[in-house]
């Protein structure tokens, strides 16, 4: 899952960062240049989360970016907890605690508040299985997300706010899946976008409208080997 770390201000870095939205991870690192200790974690967790391999080198990344800053590097590192545990991938007994605790922690830090109660949400969400709870944490980054001006921070909390409100038998729900949808198409967020895609065709009634979006999904995920997306779909 990107995580879109636009608190992270580097001009130099914007071409890794859209290769990255595009899920294209390997060709991000190789750019020419120096790749910072911060952006080579972050792409590598982000691609972690989407394709589920190299986990030995995220890891690494991620330690390097701990000893030069504890806070950014303990909120990828709760993102890699996070994933292990969601989808077994060399889970650990300590993982769920370890990314409640790197979670929690960010919050309290300005660059990181948002995309941490957006985490928390989802680990309230699929981890502690307390809907309430995480509602609390995706109306945080929600807010934060618009304070801000984070449009992919927004597609995520609305994604899982709209789906909440389905599940409660709210049809408004289904507007927010699909400006979600739309957001991430805009930022050029492939992956983002194919999940969204998917996502959205769950929720609407079978035929042309779902078959040509779930088409579109499967379509990316097969291209950038999104490998959790792939199984869903």
């Known amino acids: 899952m990107d995580t879109n770390t636009a608190y992270i201000v580097n001009p130099a870095e914007d071409g890794a960062r859209a290769l990255t939205r595009a899920g294209l991870w390997d060709l991000a690192l190789e750019l020419p240049g120096t790749?910072?200790?911060?952006?080579?974690?972050?792409?590598?967790?982000?691609?972690?989360?989407?394709?589920?391999?190299?986990?030995?080198?995220?890891?690494?990344?991620?330690?390097?970016?701990?000893a030069e800053d504890p806070l950014l590097g303990g909120f990828y590192d709760a993102?890699?907890?996070?994933?292990?545990?969601?989808?077994?991938?060399?889970?650990?007994?300590?993982?769920?605690?370890?990314?409640?605790?790197?979670?929690?922690?960010?919050t309290d830090d300005e660059r990181l508040s948002g995309w941490a109660s957006f985490w928390l949400g989802v680990l309230a969400e699929h981890v502690d299985h307390s809907p309430q709870q995480a509602t609390g944490h995706f109306n945080r980054a929600l807010d934060k997300a618009l304070d801000d001006n984070d449009p992919m921070l927004e597609s995520y909390a609305i994604r899982h706010v709209g789906g909440q409100a389905l599940d409660n038998g709210d049809?408004?729900?289904?507007?927010?899946?699909?400006?979600s949808y739309h957001l991430r198409a805009a930022l050029g967020a492939r992956p983002q976008?194919?999940?969204?895609?998917?996502?959205?065709?769950?929720?609407?009634?079978?035929?042309?409208?779902?078959?040509?979006?779930?088409?579109?999904?499967?379509?990316?995920?097969?291209?950038?080997?999104?490998?959790?997306?792939?199984?869903?779909?």
């Open 35 to 66: 790749i910072s200790t911060a952006l080579r974690a972050e792409i590598l967790t982000d691609r972690f989360w989407w394709r589920l391999e190299e986990s030995a080198t995220t890891e690494a990344a991620v330690a390097a970016l701990l």
């Open 193 to 233: 976008t194919a999940a969204a895609a998917a996502t959205l065709a769950a929720s609407l009634p079978p035929g042309g409208e779902a078959g040509q979006l779930k088409e579109i999904a499967a379509e990316t995920a097969r291209e950038l080997r999104l490998t959790w997306l792939i199984k869903a779909l």
């Open 171 to 179: 049809t408004t729900g289904l507007d927010l899946l699909r400006k």
């Open 79 to 106: 993102q890699l907890a996070y994933t292990r545990t969601l989808f077994g991938i060399d889970s650990r007994p300590e993982d769920p605690q370890r990314a409640r605790a790197g979670f929690a922690a960010a």
